[in-house]
């Protein structure tokens, strides 16, 4: 029978991270007489590095008390922004970040009388996005005197309020 000892093993990757979630750390070991350090097989080992982090603390935030808070308060604010006019909200992948620290920052397409807008958090600002069929208007003719990021059919908001009155002039106003 084969063992290996301690000894035979060498670390090809070593991470720790100190954040609000605590110390996280990941070491990758490896014991083998043919395994060769190329500088793909070391790209390979720092992708899994970064992606063994990313799940450990996407899986310890997931958890906290906080974040489910945080859940139902993103998908309350969009629910807001609509009132009676959301007939359907469809969660969709964060279009923003994967990164764990978006997670409770869910995307939806929400489904109106006039057609889909899409909405979602980014880091501080709303985007509001739209297609054809709900409003034919481009952003820079619906909100000429806003001082917002927009272009074809979209626009940011930075605010819960400014969301809501992007929604409902999008729902109910067209501009050549």
């Known amino acids: 029978m084969f063992m290996i000892k301690p000894e035979d093993y060498k670390t ?26 190329s500088e793909e097989n070391k790209r390979l080992i720092t992708q899994l590095t970064d992606q063994l982090i990313e799940m450990v603390q996407s899986r310890i935030y997931k958890r ?7 859940l139902e308060e993103n998908e309350k604010a969009i629910r807001s ?16 970040s994967t990164n764990f620290y978006y997670f409770d920052r869910k995307w939806f397409r929400v489904w109106t009388d006039k057609g889909p807008i899409k909405v ?9 996005e739209w297609e054809k069929r709900t409003n034919p208007s481009l952003a820079k003719n619906l909100f000429e005197n806003e001082e917002a990021s927009k272009d074809d059919r979209w626009i940011h908001a930075w605010s819960n309020a400014k969301a ?13």
């Open 81 to 96: 922004f609509f009132g009676e006019r959301a007939i359907y909200l469809e969660e969709i992948p964060n279009e923003y």
């Open 120 to 128: 979602g958090m980014r880091k501080k600002v709303w985007s509001i």
């Open 64 to 70: 906290l008390p906080e974040t489910a808070t945080k």
């Open 164 to 176: 809501a009155e992007y929604i409902n002039t999008i729902l109910n106003r067209v501009v050549a």
């Open 12 to 37: 090809y990757s070593k991470y720790e991270s100190s954040s609000f979630l605590g110390i996280v750390g990941v070491e990758i070991k490896i014991a083998s007489h043919q395994f060769q350090a």
